[in-house]
């Protein structure tokens, strides 16, 4: 089982040489399965706390540790790998690439990671799990929304994460295709014991997940 934790998490920046916290002191812990939902209001932080936690982005002072290693001694290239085979990442938008196949597009973190020799019958697996089987083919201005969404996810699960960043993930769907997605993503967490870290304003999907908290005023509290 792995665990991602942070203590004492700090995020500011610096504008015209004033320095401007956005984050402080942000305690969490999270285990394999987990499901962690963290609530606010649009610029409270939410997306730069998942940044972090999925290094991505630079903390300010605290520290990160995965599985009790602190990640502050990690070299680059351990740290590209950490964010390569241990976590996936879905965002509001899909950032599919437009001259790739739904196919390609999957199969792009386990072409890059190339640690998994099996990575072509997993893609074929996914895409069924996916409902997409379909559409394996096409390229994705020929898809719906919710089927770009869909291929993001499978994107996301190719290298089998321990983790999945979830940022607004149905924030740019209509309220059928946002249900369909989220029942996709529950399942499939549960399927593969991968842990979800959503930052969302819905409510309904929050009512999903086994702990929920909320970003007010630079501090995180479990509501």
Not at 91 to 104: G, R
Not at 173 to 181: A, V
Request: proline share 2%; charged share 20%; aromatic share 8%.
């Amino acid at each position: 089982m792995s665990n991602l934790r942070c203590q004492n998490l700090c995020k500011s920046f610096y504008i015209d040489k004033e320095e401007i916290e956005v984050l402080k002191n942000i305690s969490l812990n999270i285990n394999s399965k987990d499901l962690i939902a963290i609530s606010g209001e649009s610029g409270a932080g939410k997306s730069t706390l998942l940044h972090l936690l999925a290094s991505l982005d630079k903390h300010t002072s605290g520290e990160i540790y995965f599985n009790d290693e602190n990640i502050q001694s990690f070299s680059p290239s351990k740290i590209s790998a950490l964010r390569l085979n241990n976590y996936g990442f879905v965002y509001q938008f899909h950032h599919l690439l437009e001259d790739l196949s739904v196919f390609e597009n999957i199969l792009l973190p386990a072409q890059i990671s190339n640690t998994n020799n099996n990575y072509l019958n997993d893609a074929n697996l996914i895409i069924n799990e996916i409902g997409l089987s379909n559409r394996i083919n096409h390229l994705p201005w020929k898809l719906s929304g919710g089927e770009k969404q869909r291929v993001a996810i499978a994107r996301a699960l190719i290298n089998k994460p321990d983790f999945i960043f979830l940022d607004e993930p149905t924030g740019n769907l209509d309220e059928k295709n946002s249900n369909s997605i989220q029942d996709l993503l529950l399942n499939l967490s549960r399927d593969h014991g991968i842990a979800l870290v959503a930052a969302t304003h819905d409510n309904k999907f929050m009512k999903n997940f086994s702990k929920i908290y909320k970003l007010e005023n630079k501090l995180l509290v479990e509501i």
